[in-house]
C-alpha cells in the first residue's frame, strides 16, 4: 500500500519547485534525459496513447535552429540552457496502438477521424510534457516552459520529415539559477476554484 511522500520530496516536486529562466554553467548528461524518458513514459495516457515525440536540443546548433524560432527573451534562454526540450505530438498515435495498447482494437476507434485523434495527441502530449517536468524534477533538475514560439516555424525546423508531428510547448532544461526566478504568483485556495459535488 502506497504512503504520502515526505515533505522533502513534496517540496522538491511541487512546493519549492520553481520555473526557471536561466540556469547554472553545469551540464546535463544524456544519461540524465534516457532517465527523465524512463520516468515520463510511465505515466498514464488515455489507451497508453503516448503521443509525444520529444527533441531534445543539446548542441548549439540545435538550440540555435530553435531560437530562431522564438520571441521575447525566450531565444536568449534557449541558447543558454544546458537542454531545451521540444514536446511534440505524433497526429497518427494511433499507428502505434496494436503494440502500446493491446488489450483492444484501439486504433480502429481512431480510424479516419483526424478531428479526434488531434484532440487526443494534444490532451496526452501535454499529460506527457507534465510528466516530464515531474520527472526531472524527481531527478534533481528544474524545468523552464513556454509557449512563446512560433509553432509552424519549429514544425518546419524540426518535424519537416514527420509531418504528422506537431509541436506542443517547448522546456529548457538543467540547474536552475536560483537568481532567474520571480516571485511565486498567486496560488489560490481550494475554495476559490473548486467545488465538491
Not at 105 to 128: C, I, P
Not at 177 to 191: L, N, Q
Amino acid at each position: 500500500m502506497n504512503q504520502p511522500l515526505d515533505t522533502a520530496a513534496l517540496e522538491q516536486l511541487f512546493l519549492s519547485a520553481r520555473t526557471y529562466n536561466g540556469y547554472l554553467d553545469q551540464p546535463v548528461s544524456e544519461q540524465q534525459l534516457h532517465a527523465i524518458w524512463d520516468l515520463l513514459k510511465m505515466g498514464p495516457t488515455s489507451a497508453n496513447q503516448m503521443p509525444a515525440r520529444l527533441i531534445w536540443c543539446t548542441s548549439d546548433a540545435a538550440k540555435e535552429k530553435l531560437a530562431a524560432c522564438a520571441g521575447g527573451t525566450n531565444p536568449d534562454k534557449i541558447r543558454k540552457a544546458p537542454v531545451t526540450v521540444i514536446i511534440g505530438m505524433d497526429l497518427d498515435f494511433h499507428e502505434q496502438l496494436p503494440w502500446l495498447f493491446p488489450h483492444a482494437d484501439a486504433k480502429s476507434w481512431f480510424a479516419g477521424d483526424s478531428a479526434a485523434r488531434e484532440v487526443s495527441a494534444m490532451r496526452n502530449s501535454t499529460l506527457q510534457g507534465a510528466y516530464f517536468i515531474l520527472a526531472a524534477r524527481a531527478l534533481g533538475l528544474d524545468t523552464g516552459p513556454m509557449s512563446g514560439f512560433d509553432n509552424a516555424a519549429v514544425d518546419a525546423a524540426f518535424f519537416a520529415e514527420t509531418p504528422r508531428v506537431r509541436s506542443n510547448f517547448i522546456s529548457t532544461l538543467g540547474y536552475g539559477d536560483p537568481s532567474t526566478i520571480f516571485p511565486r504568483s498567486p496560488r489560490p485556495d481550494f475554495a476559490v476554484f473548486n467545488h465538491v459535488a
